[in-house]
């Protein structure tokens, strides 16, 4: 079991960027699969964006392709995801998730998943 903590949410506005991290302490990144999910009031918690445990595959939600990058850096345990061109539907907490059980692929279910972090607020005004 590892720890995860995320950071770098905040409010901003539509059409600009913002970068959230997470920190993975316990073990090393590079043996875990990494995701990040959102959850916004009222829904269940969606998929957004995956890589895998060397960083050389991606997967992303539709309706974040083209705007949100997923990356990790195994060599400092932090997982990132650059978010550009906010909207409000944007708006949610994000969680990231530690996959041990196959690192080596991106997995888009939430299931899949031991670990998670506590999450970090992202808003989005209009």
């Known amino acids: 079991q590892v720890q995860l903590v995320e950071s770098g949410g905040g409010l901003v506005q539509a059409g600009d960027s913002l970068r959230l991290s997470c920190a993975l302490s316990g073990g090393p990144m590079s043996n875990y699969g990494m995701g990040w999910f959102r959850q916004a009031p009222g829904k269940e918690r969606e998929f957004v964006a995956a890589i895998n445990y060397k960083g050389d595959r991606t997967q992303y939600e539709d309706s974040v392709k083209g705007r949100f990058i997923i990356s990790k850096d195994n060599t400092k345990n932090i997982l990132s995801l650059q978010m550009n061109s906010l909207k409000s539907e944007d708006t949610a907490v994000y969680y990231c998730?530690?996959?041990?059980?196959?690192?080596?692929?991106?997995?888009?279910?939430?299931?899949?998943?031991?670990?998670w972090g506590q999450g970090t607020q992202v808003t989005v005004s209009s």
């Open positions: 998730a530690a996959d041990s059980l196959t690192p080596y692929a991106t997995a888009d279910d939430a299931s899949w998943y031991d670990d």
